[in-house]
């Protein structure tokens, strides 16, 4: 059973479109940290939300947590070809558990 | 500083040989994690190291995985004899806190 859904499983858009990407929990976690991996690269930590209805910026970058501490967004404003990437988002409990991860893809 | 160093990168080996992964974590990281992506699912925890000693290895998938850490050092995951559902890519992760993990490139494992 797959404690974190995110959705889209893909995503391609045009250069300087805006994109969101979303994870929806089963559990509550203690952190939700959202990571993003290149090819042949393991993941790179972006964020990590905590507190309900936290929000979080970085850059063009933005991280939603909502209330219930269950689902969060990440979205990203005006995207860029570097922003290609997989985006995965994690729960923390002393370890983290996976979700399967959006593809984006920015054309250039 | 230095990032999480794993290797090899690559390794084929045949159903039924041996195999070790090596991780180096950040200096001075006391914890220091397996994961495992096998073809078309999630990341998968496989164990927790916290210095030397085994904090959690709930995710080992049989006794077939060996994992050590020697002297809160590196470690390696040897598995002893491979089967085919063993291929993946194995990822190791160090971190002090729980909140900043850093995980190494991976060692893309293919057994045939």
């Known amino acids: 059973t797959q404690l974190l859904e995110q959705s889209p499983q893909f995503l391609s858009i045009q250069e300087g479109e805006n994109l969101t990407v979303y994870c929806n929990s089963s559990?509550?976690?203690?952190?939700l940290q959202w990571y993003r991996q290149e090819p042949g690269e393991g993941p790179v930590l972006l964020v990590t939300?905590?507190?309900?209805?936290e929000v979080k910026k970085l850059k063009r970058l933005t991280f939603q947590f909502g209330d219930a501490r269950k689902d969060s967004s990440l979205h990203i404003t005006a995207a860029q070809p570097g922003d290609t990437g997989l985006y995965l988002c994690?729960?923390?409990?002393?370890?983290?558990?996976f979700g399967a991860g959006t593809t984006v893809t920015v054309r250039a | 500083e230095a990032g999480v160093t794993q290797f090899p990168s690559h390794s084929v080996i045949e159903k039924g040989q041996t195999v070790t992964l090596r991780c180096d974590p950040i200096?001075?990281?006391?914890?220091l994690y397996w994961y495992r992506r096998v073809m078309g699912k999630e990341i998968k925890f496989l164990l927790h190291?916290?210095?030397?000693?085994?904090?959690?290895e709930s995710g080992m998938p049989n006794n077939r995985f060996l994992a050590e850490r020697t002297g809160g050092t590196y470690s390696t995951l040897k598995v002893q004899p491979a089967e085919l559902e063993d291929s993946g890519v194995y990822f190791c992760?160090?971190?002090?806190?729980?909140?900043?993990?850093?995980f190494g490139s991976g060692t893309r494992l293919t057994v045939v």
């Open positions: 992760a160090s971190s002090q806190t729980y909140y900043g993990y850093t």
């Open positions: 559990s509550v976690f203690s952190s």
């Open positions: 939300v905590v507190t309900g209805g």
């Open positions: 994690a729960g923390e409990d002393y370890k983290l558990s």
């Open positions: 200096s001075g990281h006391d914890n």
């Open positions: 190291f916290v210095k030397e000693s085994k904090q959690d």
